[in-house]
């Protein structure tokens, strides 16, 4: 009787207590048991999908594919007729049949595809287990780190939606635009081919096949983002060629503070999609001497810049002989080109000197610190497209901003100075644009699958006050001959298809590898110089001295933008 007692507690704990959450592993038995006498094959997963500023799809494919259900095997059906029409020999088709335990589409991972034609008629014959269906297959998705990353665990989504009952199958968004928009995203259910078996695997209603599709027809929705997929394409095989291994590029359009394209490295591990998954675009870094930048514009505006001034660039920022670099003695805009730290130790002491804030103060009217993506009420809400995004600083909380040691090495962008290459390139199109300051896009619009737009996202200027059209004006000049100039360090553009300007960095990180010393390494600028259409931000992160210079990244990025450009012209 206990045995029986024991046995009918476990029957009862079953079919009726934990028939959605079984054991420690939370099994959903109501699940597994539709799962074992049915047969499935997925047509779309119904989360939405993303697409390029252009309409292709990223990260996806839609197949018009041949599927075929393992029933076949078991019964005589016009396999010639079929293997005809489809264009491939009957022999092949009867054998991936016969191999099939299944429903699977022919050809597996690299499927055949179909003509509009060729599928007309093989659903004309109206052959039971045989389908000639579009079909969404994943691929390997581009700026994996900006669109993100899916997740099936059931603690976020019991924190993402405590009051929704979603399947164990459905996944929510953990990072990325999949995070930023999940409730545009999340699936309305899956498009699915569904056969039911018995425990043999034979049909078990006959050998109907069911086409089971989401009730409401405006989904999946797609989510156009401001990605060029031609331009992103290029960024990924110029990140690769020059292998990054920590670090990446990014490219706003100037006219938009659209993003075009966005690598980040390292890659996202497939195994665990955790280790890879932050966007280092987003991630604040020690950006060296491309801070000169911000110094240079409070000097214009103090006026600190008087005619003839000049700077004994053969000294270090703490007086003694540099001897690694003996530039003479230059000007201002000398200065900046062959970027000499002295120069930008003296000014940052002098302005620390008027007004302890003013290099924040011009942080903020660059936008180098604070936030640059989009960000706004949508239906109420408040959302901001950028997940993650890091702020970046001039100053840590407490730091005697009126030392003169700590503004010198501030003023040359070493100290506390952390900056987003996001930020900095939008620091880059708002100086290109004449001091306007724009929140950064990643996407345009969401649209329902008929094309109606479900959301606009317009573009924004930033709130904070920015430069004047004047100090932009002269940091364009100077930004352009860090390129023209003979001991420019950016002298590795000149003769580029398009005109560039820019402002090189290498930062000193504090750590060390096989007993040398870490560096960042960054080249930020815009092109063309005199229509302006492109800010880029290329950056290698924690390389040694050495080695893993970023020039010929940025250099060939501006080489690849110039011939996609023609290429649509033409």
Known sequence: MILLFALLGRLVQIQLVSTESFTDHHINLIQSSVNQRTQVLSVDSGRGKFFDRNGEPLGHEEVPALVLFPFLKGMPWPSKTVAEAAGISERDLLSAVEKAEKPFTYGGKTPLYLTEAQMDEINSLKIPGVFAISQSVAKKMPAEQLIGTLTKWENRKKQLYPDQKLSPEAQVGNTGLQASFDEFLLSEGESKLVYHVDGMGGPLFGIDVKYVEPANPLYPVRVVTTLDAGLQAAAEQLADKYQIQNGGLILLDIATSEIRALVSRPSIDKKNPNVGSENKMFSQAKIGSVFKTVVAAAAIDYQLIKPGRLFDCNLTINGTPDVKRKLGTLDFEESFAQSCNRTFGDLAIQLAGINPDILDNYARKLHITGQSGWQGQIFHTELKQLFKEESGKVWENGTDKKDKRLAAHTGIGQQDVQVTPLAAANMMATIARGGESMMVKAVNK??????????????????????????AMKLQTMLRRVVTDEKGTGRF???????????????????????????????????????????????????????????????????EAYRLDQNKND
């Open 446 to 471: 969401i649209t329902f699958k008929n094309g109606s737009t479900v959301v606009d996202f317009p573009e924004q200027t930033l709130e904070s006050e920015s430069i004047s059209p004047y100090t």
């Open 493 to 559: 553009l000149q003769g580029m298809p398009y005109e560039a300007a820019g402002k090189s960095g290498t930062a000193q990180t504090g750590k060390m590898r096989d007993g040398k010393e870490l560096y960042n390494k960054w080249f930020a600028g815009y092109f063309p110089y005199k229509n302006p259409k492109y800010a880029l931000v290329a950056v290698n992160l924690e390389v040694p001295e050495e080695s893993g210079g970023i020039n010929p990244l940025f250099q060939e990025m501006v080489r």
